[in-house]
């Protein structure tokens, strides 16, 4: 595949990649810093969800997953926290949280990521039109995971509208990237500190000691 473009000159770059981090882990870190330096990224902002639409509560509350993020990218360039999904007391949408960034950053060219099981259904998202005129997506794939026939479909039909490489300035555009998969998961990482194992090694350190302080997921004692 392809690298990705960079910004073209005088361009800003400003991505998203959400999730509940429910905790962060060095799967979500190192995918989202790849990324980030793939697309040229002035900053990419880490989305914690407050409700999330389509799943159930957290383990952990908005404010503490928070301070996890925000402890886990502190001293790491081009990676920072967005807070304001995970401080609307309503669930989260993409669309609202872009039209809120595009009106902040009108002359910047977004970038929203998303993973292939989400990309799957991104036609049964609300308003995913609204979210192709207001940013471009990245699909971040897993070797050997093919897309939908309707998914592949969506990709053709903007790659004839808008191209098939992001520009600055432009909306719309569906890209493809395969970054490094890190067989980590936030489930597993609950289940560990439940059952009153360490999942040092998983995570940040200053993200561990805090789940630790804070007594999360239930087992502070393993820590």
């Known amino acids: 595949m392809p690298e990705p473009l960079g910004p073209e000159a005088g361009g800003e770059r400003v991505g998203l990649f959400g999730g ?56 790491v360039p081009r990676l920072a926290v967005d807070t304001r999904e995970a401080r609307r007391d309503a669930p989260s949408y993409t669309a609202d949280t872009l039209a809120g960034l595009r009106a902040e950053r009108p002359g910047a060219t977004l970038i929203f990521f998303l993973g292939l099981d989400a990309f799957a259904g991104f036609e049964r998202w609300h308003r995913p039109d609204d979210i192709l005129t207001l940013a471009n997506l990245v699909v971040v794939e897993r070797p050997g995971e093919p897309l939908p026939e309707s998914a592949e479909t969506l990709i053709e039909r903007q790659r004839a509208r808008h191209g098939p490489r992001i520009r600055d300035g432009g909306t719309g555009v569906i890209e493809r990237a395969d970054v490094t998969q890190l067989a980590i998961s936030a489930t597993d990482i609950r289940r560990r500190v439940a059952a009153g194992q360490n999942p040092r090694f998983l995570l940040p350190e200053r993200v561990r000691r805090y789940i630790g302080e804070r007594g999360l997921y239930r087992a502070p004692a393993a820590l």
Do not use: K, Q
């Open 20 to 75: 509940t981090f429910d905790p962060v882990h060095f799967g979500h870190l190192r995918p989202a810093l790849e990324l980030a330096e793939r697309y040229a990224l002035e900053v990419l902002y880490l989305l914690p969800a407050h409700r999330p639409a389509h799943r159930g509560p957290t383990g952990a509350s908005s404010a503490e997953r928070i301070e996890m993020l925000e402890r886990a990218v502190a001293d």
